[in-house]
């Protein structure tokens, strides 16, 4: 009897070792971070009914001219870009007020292999309003043309990308058709975005 309760006060530290290591990975379970996340409600916004997207840029120490000149030397830059298609161009400039607006025809592609390439014509403004130490940027008006070669499919952004087109019921995973378009407009929003901000830091 004596050995029977030594043998289990030894083995108590084990059981407390396997019950952390549980209780850890349990832990880490729950709180893995769903790899969409960024892609998921809220991160379409609207206004209006439309989908509208916008940030503000800084742009410590400069001018409106010089954040103007900045901005407008990229956007130009954008369109000679090898996914842009001919129609792309700057269609109001205005250098007394510090704005320019461009409007951009491009290839999104979803997915390029040497069998197959999945890719849809992307439509959108991009609106610069530069100000002293600061860019008001907006990506609007974003519509698509899906599969020209073969049967071309138009898609407005307020009706295909949005949360309610965008996801699925519960708003926990990207729609399975439609979610891939969702994807990879947010991920060209935040590359045009950041882009600007590296440019005018």
């Not at 840029?57 to 103007?68: E, H, L, N, T």
């Not at 870009?81 to 704005?99: G, L, Y």
């Not at 951009?104 to 609106?127: C, G, H, I, N, P």
């Not at 530069?130 to 499919?153: F, W």
Request: charged share 25%; net charge positive; aromatic share 8%.
């Amino acid at each position: 009897m004596k050995r029977i309760l030594i043998a289990f006060m030894l083995s108590l530290p084990l059981m407390a070792a396997a019950q952390n290591t549980w209780e850890i990975a349990e832990t880490a379970d729950v709180t893995k971070t769903n790899p969409d996340q960024k892609y998921l409600a809220g991160a379409v916004p609207e206004v209006n009914g439309r989908v509208v997207f916008h940030t503000v840029v800084d742009a410590p120490g400069k001018s409106a001219a010089q954040v103007y000149a900045i901005v407008k030397q990229y956007m130009e830059k954008m369109i000679k870009e090898p996914n842009q298609f001919e129609q792309s161009r700057i269609v109001i400039d205005e250098p007394d007020s510090c704005r320019i607006i461009g409007s951009y025809q491009e290839w999104l592609v979803f997915k390029s292999t040497a069998l197959s390439l999945d890719r849809t014509r992307l439509f959108y403004t991009l609106m610069a309003e530069c100000h002293d130490g600061k860019a008001d940027i907006t990506l609007m008006r974003i519509h698509y043309l899906y599969e020209e070669e073969r049967n071309p499919q138009a898609m407005t952004a307020e009706e295909w990308i949005t949360d309610k087109h965008g996801l699925n019921r519960k708003q926990t995973k990207l729609a399975r058709i439609s979610g891939k378009f969702r994807r990879k407009t947010i991920d060209r929003k935040d590359y045009l975005f950041n882009k600007i901000q590296s440019l005018l830091k």
